[in-house]
């Protein structure tokens, strides 16, 4: 690592679906319940899978495809622009692929990533997926069906650990497009420094933030811009 390199800050971007939704992703339940008209239960957990794969393929196709024509948006472009200034690490709830596409070099998915496959067998067998389909009957390098590379309802967080080990070495940490009050954000939270700085960007008037948060009301599009150039122009 470049001398450079080592002086810089550490800075964590915590993201959620709040930032993909400005981008038109719907990438949770809405009020409703419904995940594009479907119950969770139907197309986002183990069960699903074993009752009706092709349901379950069809879902995450449809929403693959969303992906793929979706765009990056401001708060997207200012997380890539933070790398200028400081060692900045995303992590993300968001499965989709915004955060490479406008730069961002350090992604770290929580919930996996619905541009690749793995193993319905072998969880660490990962491929990318060419196009924006998985079929029935396309299977890995050892004869099981490929599944999306996404951790549903009822599975565990092999990434957890991993975000946690970063969120701890933060100077900075950044919280946008989910709130503290939402698990695993406010776990992360709790691995933090105490001398870090915390930022919260929400543009819910109503959200109950800690003593020791900055909270910034605004959407992430606004909010992180504002703050990325609040951060880049002050010294380190």
Not at 56 to 81: G, M, S
Not at 90 to 104: C, K, Y
Not at 205 to 217: A, G
């Given at each position: ?5 080592r ?5 964590v ?29 139907e197309?986002a ?7 009706d ?6 879902f995450?196709n ?45 992604v ?34 050892q ?16 990434m ?29 939270l ?8 915390v930022?919260?960007?929400?543009p819910?008037p ?6 020791h948060v ?23």
């Amino acid at each position: 690592m470049s001398q450079k390199a080592r002086q810089m800050k550490r800075l964590v971007i915590f993201s959620g679906a709040g930032i993909s939704a400005e981008s038109g992703i719907r990438t949770f339940r809405g009020s409703d319940g419904l995940w594009e008209n479907h119950a969770i239960e139907e197309v986002a957990t183990p069960q699903a899978w074993q009752r009706d794969p092709d349901l379950v393929l069809r879902f995450y196709n449809e929403r693959r495809k969303q992906v793929i024509d979706a765009q990056p948006n401001k708060a997207h472009y200012a997380c890539a622009d933070l790398q200028k200034s400081f060692d900045t690490n995303v992590i993300t709830q968001n499965i989709d692929d915004l955060h490479e596409r406008a730069g961002s070099r350090q992604v770290l998915h929580l919930h996996g990533e619905i541009r690749k496959a793995r193993s319905s067998l072998r969880d660490d067998l990962i491929l990318d997926i060419e196009g924006s389909e998985i079929k029935r009957g396309e299977l890995c390098p050892q004869g099981a069906q490929l599944r999306p590379h996404v951790v549903w309802f009822g599975e565990a967080v092999p990434m957890m650990e991993p975000a946690f080990e970063i969120s701890a070495k933060a100077d900075i940490f950044v919280v946008v497009g989910t709130s503290l009050n939402v698990y695993p954000a406010a776990g992360l939270l709790f691995h933090t420094r105490p001398d870090c700085e915390v930022y919260l960007i929400d543009p819910d008037p109503n959200i109950s933030v800690p003593d020791h948060v900055t909270y910034i009301n605004e959407k992430a599009s606004t909010g992180l811009p504002k703050l990325a150039s609040i951060l880049l122009e002050r010294p380190n």
